[in-house]
């Protein structure tokens, strides 16, 4: 008798279990991929996209935090303007400059040539599309996608992504990335707009008078 309860305590058990919804895993990997999409299609690098961001970045080595603003902009053709305080970076699609405004220093290449992968143009549009994300907070308001690169993308500049998502606005509200030697770089964004016209002569850099110009192309 004893063993036959025993029997039927387990079955009731097991058909619990096997009743139950989707595991929370289950849940994520579902929810996360609806988001992804969603982000993904607004984020479009067939899209304009303008933005102010706050960054604060933290260097590992030398245990020191920095704080800086700035904007950025994109437009088809890998056509791009960050502007920080201290830096102010262009790509008309072809020709890459960096200005540095502390030194009044001009470098020109070729964008073929430069890696940009740090940029929160690139961050966003590229690693956006290439690397694997899991969901790994959903608040009513908000939630945590965090990315890593594939096999494809093993030898990234940046270690790990992790988005924040206004489910609201369905925006970026933040991106915090880690590159390959820990150093950490988080961007509040502000005020985005989508598909709204950018002038041409954004992604054009006319060098101050008196600037060092660098053409390295």
């Known amino acids: ?5 025993m029997l ?19 849940q994520n990997q579902n929810n996360g991929a609806a988001i992804l999409r969603s982000i993904q299609e607004k984020y479009s690098p067939k899209v304009t996209f303008e933005s102010a961001f706050d960054l604060t970045i933290y260097w ?33 699609g072809a020709t890459f400059w960096q200005y540095s405004k502390k030194s009044n220093q001009v470098e020109i290449k070729r964008l073929a040539d430069e890696n940009v992968s ?10 956006l599309n290439t690397f694997r994300f ?13 990315g890593t690169p594939d096999s494809a993308h093993a030898r990234s500049d940046v270690a790990s992504l992790l988005l924040t998502i206004d489910k609201k606005a369905d925006i970026i509200a933040q991106i915090a ?18 598909g709204a016209p950018v002038a041409a002569k954004v992604f054009e850099f006319v060098a101050p008078a008196g600037a ?6």
């Open 60 to 92: 590992a080595v030398r245990e020191k935090e920095e704080k800086r603003t700035g904007k950025i902009f994109w437009a088809p053709g890998d056509k791009f303007r960050v502007e920080t305080n201290s830096t102010i970076w262009v790509s008309d």
């Open 134 to 146: 899991t969901l790994v907070q959903d608040l009513p308001q908000r939630c945590l996608l965090e």
């Open 8 to 26: 039927w305590i387990a079955g009731v058990l097991f058909f619990c279990a096997s009743a139950q919804p989707a595991t929370i895993s289950e």
């Open 177 to 194: 990335v880690v590159d390959k030697d820990a150093n950490k770089s988080t961007y509040f964004f502000k005020k985005s707009r989508f």
């Open 118 to 127: 740090m940029l929160p143009t690139q961050l966003i549009s590229t690693y």
């Open 212 to 217: 060092n110009v660098i053409d390295a192309r």
């Open 1 to 5: 008798m004893k063993k036959h309860f």
